[in-house]
């Protein structure tokens, strides 16, 4: 099974500021990754796949990267709204998911 | 718009079964991949059950292979996830998904989630 590892657990930054989580995989799936992000009480929405392409809908300020093994989500600038849990998830071999990062207001 | 809406969780006892359904509308159920995430309590993400868009190819997570059973009904729209001998361990939200590219891949429609809580 292919494990995926998320850094930081919790990230507290102010609106405006620059966050970047990161998502790190057990073994190489080439660019096989997505982004969810998750708001209490409500189902994840997918954000970015295939490490790099943002899904419909979805603002500009989101970008993902990487490939291989380590992979980044960047928002550029943070508004009030995205702050919530991020979850990558990787579908080389099966289907598996990180552990989450919740981005928190500083 | 597309939309998934799930029903039939509830509260059973350990070793009960039970039926999930997921109605969808807004696309055509039949030229999509499905699949059943679940999340407990507090926790992360789990996925669960994938279907081929046809119905013939489905695969399980190792931990409800054997217990659960994905299936669809196209005249229904409907998919489907039939749940035995649950144990405490299955207690979570299930969310129905559609998969982007219509293989087992990346989700890109949820529904509000059904809970199931298996407890004595």
């Known amino acids: 099974e292919i494990v995926l590892t998320q850094s930081p657990g919790t990230l507290s930054l102010s609106p405006g500021e620059r966050a970047t989580l990161s998502c790190r995989a057990s073994q190489s799936i080439s660019t096989y990754l997505a982004w969810y992000q998750q708001k209490p009480g409500q189902a994840p929405r997918l954000l970015i796949y295939?490490?790099?392409n943002r899904a419909t809908g979805i603002p500009a300020r989101f970008s993902g990267s990487g490939s291989g093994t380590d992979f980044t989500l960047t928002i550029s600038s943070l508004e009030p709204e995205d702050f919530a849990i991020y979850y990558c998830?990787?579908?080389?071999?099966?289907?598996?998911f990180g552990q989450g990062t919740r981005l928190e207001i500083k | 718009q597309v939309q998934l809406v799930e029903s039939g969780g509830g509260v059973v006892q350990p070793g009960s079964s039970l039926r999930l359904s997921c109605v969808t509308s807004?696309?055509?159920?039949?030229?999509?991949?499905m699949d059943w995430v679940r999340q407990a309590p507090g926790k992360g993400l789990e996925w669960v059950a994938f279907i081929w868009y046809d119905g013939n190819k489905k695969k399980y997570a190792d931990s409800v292979r054997g217990r659960f059973t994905i299936s669809k009904d196209d005249s229904k729209n409907t998919l489907y996830l039939e749940m035995s001998s649950l144990r405490a361990e299955d207690t979570a939200v299930y969310y129905c998904?559609?998969?982007?590219?219509?293989?087992?891949?990346?989700?890109?429609?949820w529904g509000q989630g059904t809970l199931v809580t298996v407890s004595s």
């Open positions: 807004g696309f055509t159920l039949h030229t999509y991949a």
């Open positions: 998904a559609r998969d982007l590219y219509s293989s087992m891949d990346y989700f890109d429609s």
């Open positions: 998830q990787q579908r080389s071999s099966w289907i598996t």
């Open positions: 295939d490490a790099s």
